[in-house]
Every structure is written in C-alpha cells, then in structure tokens.
C-alpha cells in the first residue's frame, strides 16, 4: 500500500480508481499466496455437492438485479 492518506470524501464518479486500485492489488496477493487452486478445488467440490442448488438460487438472484430498489443514479430508494 502506498503511504498517502486516502481522502475518502472524493467523488469518483460511474466508476472508481480507488476501488479498482484496491481490487487489483487484493487480486494480485491473492495469485502471489499460489491461493487460487485450491479456490478452484473449492469451487468444484462446491459445483458438484448438494450446495450446488443453494449455489444457482443465490445465482438467479443475483441476476434479478438490485434487491433492494436502489436507483444507481441518486442513491435512494425508488
């Protein structure tokens, strides 16, 4: 991490640097720590067990969209 104080009051805007700086350098320790085939092993186990359609209910709600309304735009509910 870099030693600059964050200035969390900053508006990014549709999308964020910081958020994106962040997920980058999260997703790069993790590929580092040699952590993603064991993730996979998971994964797959996961796949292919009865959590399996715990897996594809939470999926399908995903792909419903907002759970809770949210308008992208202004932040409030609609």
């Given at each position: 991490?870099d030693d600059?104080?964050k200035?969390?009051?900053?508006?990014?805007?549709e999308?964020s640097y910081?958020?994106?700086?962040?997920?980058?350098q999260?997703?790069?320790?993790?590929?580092?720590k040699?952590?993603?085939d064991?993730?996979?092993?998971?994964?797959?186990?996961?796949?292919?067990s009865?959590?399996?359609?715990?897996l594809?209910?939470?999926?399908?709600?995903g792909k419903?969209?907002?759970?809770r309304?949210?308008?992208?735009?202004?932040?409030?509910?609609?």
């Amino acid at each position: 991490m870099d030693d600059k104080p964050k200035n969390d009051n900053r508006i990014e805007g549709e999308g964020s640097y910081s958020g994106t700086r962040d997920y980058n350098q999260a997703t790069a320790e993790f590929i580092k720590k040699g952590k993603v085939d064991k993730a996979a092993q998971e994964a797959r186990r996961a796949v292919d067990s009865v959590e399996a359609a715990e897996l594809k209910v939470a999926e399908e709600k995903g792909k419903q969209g907002d759970p809770r309304k949210m308008d992208k735009g202004t932040g409030r509910s609609e």
